[in-house]
């Protein structure tokens, strides 16, 4: 039995070729995604909104925060916890109950991460910015 051996081929060689075999094709665009319009009522009460914690009683706080950088410079709610945030819930009107998920978008004025994770620590008198989860 003899062996014969085949020449192996460059990547550049076979290139052209797998084109006129395989001609690319062209891609369709995706569709759009479709979301549900928002009852009318619900987009109405879930905007942006305000809370005033005050923890002159030595309370806690009440929330769970992501501690992450976000590009948005929003702080996440994690969790609601016994503390301010659940006695606010219980008095506040229907469209404005912290909720998790919600993120706050600015403590006592300031937006950048930094400074709000700041005031949100040192802080006795807390003015929350908040919007609802998206």
């Known amino acids: 039995?003899?062996?014969?051996?085949?020449?192996?081929?460059?990547a550049e060689a076979i290139a052209p070729r797998r084109a006129r075999l395989f001609p690319a094709r062209p891609r369709r665009p995706a569709p759009p995604l479709r979301t549900p319009a928002p009852a009318a009522g619900a987009a109405a009460s879930r905007r942006r909104y305000d809370v005033t914690l005050d923890r002159a009683g030595g309370n806690a706080l009440g929330l769970?925060?992501?501690?992450?950088?976000?590009?948005?410079?929003?702080?996440?709610?994690?969790?609601?916890k016994p503390g301010l945030a659940t006695e606010w819930n219980k008095a506040c009107p229907p469209g404005r109950v912290i909720r998790r998920g919600d993120v706050i978008v600015a403590v006592n004025?300031?937006?950048?991460?930094?400074?709000?994770?700041?005031?949100l620590r040192h802080e006795q008198v807390l003015h929350l910015t908040l919007e609802p989860k998206r």
Request: charged share 20%.
């Open 1 to 10: 039995m003899g062996m014969h051996s085949t020449p192996v081929q460059s």
């Open 109 to 119: 004025g300031a937006t950048s991460m930094g400074a709000m994770y700041d005031k």
């Open 64 to 80: 769970d925060l992501e501690y992450t950088q976000s590009d948005d410079a929003h702080v996440p709610i994690d969790r609601i």
